[in-house]
């Protein structure tokens, strides 16, 4: 037994500082970072490697995280729904430091993985056809799992310090919009500022339907109402006489 994961069952290791979740229920393919500079300060107190059965358990904590917070929803999650995992509280806190940097470690794990999942297929547009197959599909697996987006939403505006520390400001934390479809086409300036600008829509838009000002269709049409203010020819009023 390693010392820093205390674990009452064993498990197959996994090998990689990524590790895969496994998920019956659509989040088998969802990655967790697990290097140490991305845990509690706790954690990083010694620079060694996880190893594999470290990797392993910590992500069945993770993957947990998500299956109660997704079924449940944030303010139901507490740390005690985590026993089936086998892994002992005090290494949990260890490794997270906190209820809410776990959720928000798990559950951001989650949306990057939606966001790199809503890729259109190679070849299948320009940017602005590409970009609104890409927010339709994005869309559609927040509304499948509208518990997920709220607590990655609410954990990331806690004051928690670790959330601050170690994933930087929460607008820039939850949607790394870098590999967005068709951008390549465009100067990597501009590119950069489209880039942001799909952001901060998405961020906004966002928080607007989870706390139910926006549904998901006006949402849409918005979204593409905003690729028309880039993209199509300004339409000047006529002059008057």
């Given at each position: 037994m390693?010392?820093?994961?205390?674990?009452?069952?064993h498990?197959?290791?996994?090998?990689?500082e990524?590790?895969?979740?496994?998920?019956?229920?659509?989040?088998a393919t969802?990655?967790?970072?697990?290097?140490?500079?991305s845990?509690?300060?706790?954690?990083?107190?010694?620079?060694r490697r996880?190893t594999p059965?470290?990797?392993?358990?910590l992500?069945r904590?993770?993957?947990?995280?998500?299956e109660?917070?997704?079924?449940?929803?944030y303010?139901?999650?507490?740390?005690?729904d985590?026993?089936?995992?086998?892994v002992a509280?005090?290494?949990?806190?260890?490794f997270?430091?906190s209820?809410e940097?776990?959720?928000?470690?798990a559950?951001?794990?989650?949306?990057?993985?939606?966001?790199?999942?809503?890729?259109?297929?190679?070849?299948?547009?320009d940017?602005?056809?590409?970009?609104v197959y890409?927010?339709?599909?994005m869309?559609a697996?927040?509304?499948?799992h509208p518990?997920l987006?709220d607590?990655?939403?609410?954990s990331?505006?806690s004051?928690?310090p670790?959330?601050r520390?170690?994933?930087g400001?929460?607008?820039s934390?939850?949607?790394d919009t870098?590999?967005?479809?068709?951008?390549?086409e465009?100067?990597?300036?501009?590119?950069?500022?489209?880039?942001s600008l799909i952001?901060?829509?998405?961020?906004?838009g966002?928080?607007?339907?989870v706390?139910?000002g926006?549904?998901?269709?006006?949402?849409?049409?918005?979204?593409?109402?905003?690729?028309s203010?880039?993209?199509d020819?300004?339409q000047y009023?006529a002059p008057?006489e």
């Open positions: 390693t010392p820093d994961v205390q674990d009452a069952t498990a197959e290791p996994c090998s990689g990524r590790s895969e979740a496994v998920d019956g229920e659509g989040f969802v990655t967790f970072d697990l290097s140490r500079k845990m509690a300060p706790s954690a990083q107190s010694s620079d996880l059965r470290q990797q392993e358990r992500t904590v993770l993957r947990a995280t998500l109660h917070v997704d079924a449940n929803g303010g139901a999650f507490g740390m005690r985590l026993a089936s995992t086998g509280t005090t290494t949990i806190y260890r997270f430091g209820r940097f776990l959720v928000f470690k559950t951001s794990a989650w949306f990057d993985w939606v966001a790199n999942n809503s890729l259109p297929p190679e070849g299948y547009g940017f602005r056809r590409s970009s890409q927010f339709e599909r869309t697996m927040w509304a499948a518990n987006v607590a990655v939403l609410r990331a505006a004051d928690d670790l959330i520390h170690l994933q400001p929460p607008r934390a939850l949607l870098k590999g967005w479809a068709g951008t390549s465009f100067d990597p300036e501009y590119a950069d500022r489209l880039r952001g901060i829509h998405a961020i906004g966002m928080v607007q339907w706390q139910g926006q549904s998901l269709e006006s949402l849409r049409e918005d979204f593409e109402s905003l690729l203010m880039v993209f020819p300004p009023a008057t």
